[in-house]
């Protein structure tokens, strides 16, 4: 039987999940607080706490009879959580074929609003960025002194049903910020399930993948379109540098790229869901 194990269980590793168990797979996976570990439970996986520095040694033991692991943990100052607790274990266990990382765009920095691809040096200039690329090598060393399959996939922003522009629309919080010249790329929840899935298949080796959409656009855009699929009020716009913003979403507006999928379709075979933003939110609003 295959058996995932996802260090983060949350949003991306659950759609994941969800579609896997369907199939026969067995999860285990890891959540902060006893809470979401009932939540889990409830829905047939095995679960454990994780506070990103404690070793569970059940945690370990199931690492050992897993065939993949999902790494969907964002790192912090020391590094990754999830490496530095269980890294030796994951390397040593016979039976965990494939590793994949949730990484991250911000890897690339800024590219002044031009593409990049899998090809373009990271050059990260935010500290999440600098993070990030710093546990995707640490994770490719692992994995290729381990002889696994490493699959390293970059996220853009994520959005789905529960967390979109519709939802921050309905709820009355939506920001339209607005910084002339910048574009970013975004990912349905769905479509990186299916990527994810799809790298199952790679063979060994070390493999790399952009996992956004089709159309890099201004994230002003976005909200406009959801306020016209909602008949609502656009909120005005507001400057990246506003003071209410949380210093994580001021670092959003510190880059402006645009990320090639190319790769993702012609190796991987993924066809996009939601190919655009205008596709995704158009679904949500209907459902």
């Known amino acids: 039987m295959n058996r995932l194990f996802c260090f983060g269980l949350g949003y991306c590793a659950g759609v994941l999940s969800g579609r896997l168990a369907d199939k026969g797979w067995a999860i285990s996976g890891t959540a902060t607080n006893s809470e979401k570990v009932a939540v889990l439970k409830s829905s047939g996986y095995d679960a454990f706490i994780f506070d990103g520095r404690t070793r569970d040694p059940d945690i370990a033991e199931a690492l050992h009879g897993s065939t993949h692991v999902l790494l969907s943990i964002p790192p912090d100052a020391e590094g990754d959580p999830a490496l530095a607790t269980y890294g030796a274990d994951i390397a040593s266990s016979p039976s965990i074929s494939w590793v994949g990382y949730y990484s991250s765009v911000s890897v690339y920095g800024d590219s002044k609003g031009g593409w990049v691809d899998e090809e373009t040096e990271p050059h990260p200039i935010t500290e999440r960025g600098m993070r990030r690329l710093a546990a995707e090598n640490s994770w490719i060393e692992l994995t290729k002194a381990s002889g696994k399959t490493g699959a390293i996939l970059r996220l853009p922003g994520i959005y789905g049903p529960g967390r979109s522009a519709i939802d921050q629309l309905r709820a009355g919080k939506a920001r339209r910020i607005f910084k002339p010249g910048q574009v970013t790329n975004r990912a349905h929840v769905d479509d990186i399930a299916t990527a994810t899935e799809a790298a199952f298949r790679l063979p060994a080796g070390i493999h790399i993948f952009n996992v956004t959409d089709d159309l890099p ?4 855009d976005v909200i406009a379109y959801g306020a016209e699929l909602l008949g609502v009020p656009c909120p005005p716009a507001t400057d990246p540098t506003d003071a209410s913003l949380s210093p994580m979403a001021r670092s959003f507006y510190a880059e402006s790229k645009k990320v090639s999928n190319a790769r993702m379709k012609d190796e991987l075979g993924v ?4 190919p ?9 609003a209907q459902s």
């Open 217 to 220: 656009a201004p994230p002003q």
């Open 276 to 284: 655009t933003y205008i596709e995704g939110l158009k679904a949500i």
């Open 271 to 274: 066809r996009l869901a939601y």
